[in-house]
């Protein structure tokens, strides 16, 4: 099985593996571990230490925290394979050795597209209306100079500008390929990303797309746990350096993720420090935390597990939002119809890692992109996350992180949500369906407060 080892080499070797313009091997961090056979094909990654950030209980996940990537304080994550048969005996064994951390879960990642059969409920443009986007443009928020990340399958810009009937902008520089992937950002073959940076665009149609083509990482053989969430890690770590080269007062990073973990198979077991699904402390969750407090919206599919139509992978009994599309630091999305009703395979709450999960729900199920076909809908909560992520992106070209953190923008949209239950919170449709208007009021009323 394929894990991912955190390791604390010198402090010099971690100072080199965070520096973003010095390059790292598996090699410069560790010459061999007894029973791993190292993947050197994987770039080592820096984790950052998370902190309390007021004096609380050190060992919590569970509270507001900072994050340090002082050599002293990080961590490095290397990638390497352990024996199935021995997995559970090798994982306890190697926290013995001296610079060894821990052994975490790399579980396989898929797209959340959905259980399907059912022809679209209306198309883009009731989106676009039911977004109020010529609202929305006229009061300035449009996407501009806003980078909007596709974490996803690739971007085929050039089929994304045909469908949207205007230009689609990637910026090949601060987009990323996993080790191992071949291609040009905005020139992979039209799939599910490509119908993820379309609905994107819908709200925010003057972003600029970073391509990061996370789930092209496909790997042969192997077991269940033979997965991808070592090059999200990895994505995510290469984020953080695109956030921090922006100007402090004027940064923005939208996050745009479409993808998840269907089955405990493809996990350790609930409890077991390697866990990734239950487990706060996964360095993958850390990243995602880090990268959040650093600035970054970041949005994750609730998944289609939903009661009333569940997609053939779900495999959790119960409880289907895991992992880091239930991190208390992300905006969760559920799917609604154009008609604002509840798709049957939404996952319904509440979430592992955060219980009042979904957060919003946003459309999907609509004729728009044509990335599989003429007569197939945009699907799956796998369009509503980039639809969301396009009104975030849209908020972000007046209102960056800098004057609207990441938190104060969720609570913002958790507030002005319209409301689909009459208790408020539901693990249905979260706070309710994303409602820009309301969002544009209340945002005059926070800058009015401000001036």
């Known amino acids: 099985m394929r894990v991912l080892i955190q390791l604390r080499p010198s402090p010099d070797v971690i100072a080199a593996v965070a520096a973003p313009d010095v390059a790292t091997t598996t090699a410069d961090v560790t010459g061999g571990l007894p029973g791993v056979a190292l993947d050197h094909s994987y770039v080592p990654v820096a984790l950052p230490r998370p902190r309390p950030a007021a004096g609380g209980d050190p060992l919590s996940m569970h509270q507001p925290l900072d994050f340090s990537l002082a050599p002293e304080d990080a961590s490095v994550l290397v990638r390497g394979e352990i024996s199935d048969d021995e997995g559970a005996a090798r994982a306890a064994l190697l926290p013995a050795q001296s610079d060894v951390v821990a052994v975490y879960a790399d579980p396989v990642i898929e797209t959340s597209l959905t259980c399907g059969g059912s022809p679209p409920v209306g198309t883009w443009e009731d989106v676009a209306r039911l977004l109020a986007v010529p609202a929305l443009a006229a009061e300035g928020y449009d996407g501009a100079g806003v980078p909007l990340a ?156 939903g009661s009333e139509c569940k997609d053939r992978r779900c495999a959790f009994p119960a409880r289907p939002i895991v992992g880091a599309n239930s991190h208390p630091q992300v905006l969760s999305v559920a799917g609604v119809d154009t008609n604002g009703e ?44 980039p639809v969301a992520a396009g009104l975030v992106a849209a908020i972000r070209t007046r209102w960056p992180a800098s004057r609207l953190s990441p938190s104060q923008l969720r609570t913002l949209l958790h507030r002005t949500a319209d409301d689909r239950s009459t208790v408020g919170f539901d693990y249905d449709y979260g706070y309710g369906i994303a409602d820009p208007a309301a969002l544009i009021e209340a945002l005059r009323k926070v800058s009015g407060s401000r001036e």
């Open 150 to 305: 596709i974490c996803d399958t690739g971007i085929n810009a050039a089929h994304v500008g045909q469908r949207l009937g205007r230009s689609c902008t990637v910026d090949g520089e601060r987009s990323w390929n996993p080790g191992g992937v071949s291609g040009e950002p905005g020139r992979f073959a039209v799939d599910h990303g490509t119908m993820c940076a379309f609905d994107a665009l819908i709200a925010a149609p003057a972003a600029t797309l970073i391509d990061i083509p996370v789930l092209l990482s496909r790997r042969q053989g192997g077991s269940a746990m033979d997965g991808l969430l070592s090059d999200a890690v990895a994505a995510f770590a290469h984020l953080r350096t695109v956030l921090d080269a922006q100007p402090a007062g004027s940064r923005s990073l939208v996050v745009s993720n479409s993808w998840g973990s269907f089955s405990p198979l493809w996990d350790l077991a609930p409890g077991q420090p390697g866990n990734y699904s239950d487990n706060a402390a996964h360095p993958f969750n850390i990243i995602v935390g880090s990268l959040e407090q650093a600035g970054a919206d970041i949005l994750f599919a609730a998944g289609n597990c």
């Open 342 to 385: 509840r798709v049957g395979y939404s996952s319904q709450g509440p979430g592992r890692l955060s219980d009042r999960k979904p957060d919003i729900a946003a459309y999907t199920h609509f004729a728009g992109s044509r990335a599989f076909g003429d007569t197939e809908p945009d699907s799956g909560t796998s369009a509503a996350c």
